[in-house]
Nanobody
Framework: VQLQASGGGLVQAGDSRRLSCIAT????????VAWFRQAPGKGREFLAA????????YYSDSVKGRFTISRDNAKNTVYLQMDSLQPEDTAVYYC???????????????????WGQGTLVTVSA
């Protein structure tokens, strides 16, 4: 499985941006797909996940209410809609996937075994 993230760029504070993650997978609906980000000098942070099968969604407290994850299984694509962006949202954003992930681990980086290359989002003040 290969994942390709896109949609990053330079935006201003308060703007919105939508990221896309396209997967090459024969049975995309068996994969939980998540978004993580890594800000300069910091570790990788879980943001949101879309569960396999039910497409249930999970969010970190830091982005709940501002970011929305969604998926289109027909297009093998997961999206991350980001609203009210702030300079502290500046980071490289990664999508990651794993098949049949237990619900207890949706926010745990080490359980994801497929990663996209990352897309940079820069938010200017």
């Amino acid at each position: 499985v290969q994942l390709q993230a896109s949609g990053g760029g330079l935006v201003q504070a308060g703007d919105s941006r939508r990221l896309s993650c396209i997967a090459t997978a024969r049975s995309f609906n068996i994969y939980t797909v998540a978004w993580f980000r890594q800000a300069p000098g910091k570790g990788r942070e879980f943001l949101a996940a879309s569960r396999y099968g039910t497409s249930a969604t999970y969010y970190s407290d830091s982005v709940k209410g501002r970011f929305t994850i969604s998926r289109d299984n027909a297009k093998n694509t997961v999206y991350l809609q980001m609203d009210s962006l702030q300079p502290e949202d500046t980071a490289v954003y990664y999508c990651a996937g794993v098949s049949f992930l237990h619900d207890d681990y949706y926010n745990t980086e080490r359980y994801y075994n497929f990663w996209g290359q990352g897309t940079l989002v820069t938010v200017s003040a």
